[in-house]
C-alpha cells in the first residue's frame, strides 16, 4: 500500500521567500506529525495533528512557522520569509493512533535557502 | 524531559562480523524505546520498539536490542553484518502514553566487503 508521500522533494528558497510543503498521510491515519533535521543530527519535533485539531506545536522555531490540516487527511507546513537557519530536511509522519504507536515516515522535503 | 545519547556517530564493520550500536537514554517516568533506520533518500523505518513488555525486543532484518533499566541503556545489535545495512541508525525515546518521539544524533554505519 501507499506509503507516507511528500511534495516536493527538494526545494530551493531565496531568502525572505515563503515555501509551503505538502504531506500526504497513510489514509485512515489519525495522527500526524512534522519534524524539522538539520544536517547531521536527528529529526526534531515541530508540531502534532489529530485529525484536523493542532494539539501540539511546542516544537515550531517561530512564528515564521505555520502548520495546518484542514479537512484532517493532508498538511501542509509553510514557512514564511524563509531565513538560512530554515535549511534543513522536513519530515511528516503519520500514526493510526495517539499514544507511542508506530510512526510511520516519509522521505522528507530537504529545503536549502540561498 | 526524556533524552537520548548514542555513543557512537560513526560504526564501521566488516561483513559477516557483529554490529554493536550504543544508545543510553533519559527519562523521569517509564519510558518507550525505538530504534529507526534512515537509508539515503529514504524515509525512516522502524527497526524495533520497546513498550515494557520483554525487555529484549527483536526486531526486523536481524536486529535486536536489550532493555537494561539498571544501565538506562537500549543497545541495538545484529550478528552478521550485510551490506544493505549501510545506514544511519536513531535511537528514539518517548514516555509510555506520549506521542512526542525524541530522537538521538544518529549513528552512521558503513559495511566494508
Known amino acids: 500500500g501507499a506509503g507516507v508521500s511528500q511534495s516536493p522533494r527538494y526545494k530551493v528558497a531565496k531568502r525572505g521567500q515563503d515555501v509551503a510543503l505538502r504531506c500526504d498521510p497513510i489514509?485512515?491515519?489519525?495522527?500526524l506529525f512534522w519534524y524539522q533535521q538539520a544536517l547531521g543530527q536527528g529529526p526534531e519535533f515541530l508540531t502534532y495533528?489529530?485529525?484536523?485539531?493542532?494539539?501540539?506545536k511546542s516544537g515550531l522555531p517561530s512564528d515564521r512557522f505555520f502548520a495546518e490540516r484542514p479537512e484532517g487527511s493532508v498538511s501542509t507546513l509553510k514557512i514564511q520569509r524563509t531565513q538560512q537557519e530554515d535549511s534543513a530536511v522536513y519530515l511528516c509522519a503519520s500514526s493510526l493512533l495517539d499514544g507511542p504507536y508506530e510512526q510511520y515516515f516519509g522521505p522528507g522535503t530537504r529545503l536549502t535557502v540561498t | 524531559a526524556q533524552s537520548v545519547t548514542q555513543l557512537d556517530s560513526h560504526v564501521s564493520v566488516s561483513e559477516g562480523t557483529p554490529v554493536l550500536l550504543r544508545c543510553n537514554y533519559s527519562s523521569s517516568y517509564s519510558p518507550s524505546l525505538f530504534w529507526y533506520v534512515q537509508h539515503p533518500n529514504k524515509g525512516l523505518q522502524l527497526l524495533l520498539k520497546y513498550t515494557s513488555a520483554a525487555t529484549l525486543v527483536k526486531g526486523i532484518n536481524g536486529f535486536e536490542a536489550e532493555f537494561k533499566k539498571s544501565e538506562t541503556s537500549f543497545h541495538l545489535t545484529k550478528p552478521s553484518a550485510h551490506m544493505s545495512d549501510a545506514a544511519e541508525y536513531f535511537c528514539v525515546v518517548t514516555l509510555v502514553d506520549d506521542y512526542k518521539l525524541s530522537f538521538g544524533a544518529g549513528t552512521t554505519v558503513t559495511v566494508r566487503a
Open positions: 489514509s485512515g491515519h489519525v495522527s
Open positions: 495533528f489529530q485529525n484536523e485539531a493542532q494539539l501540539d
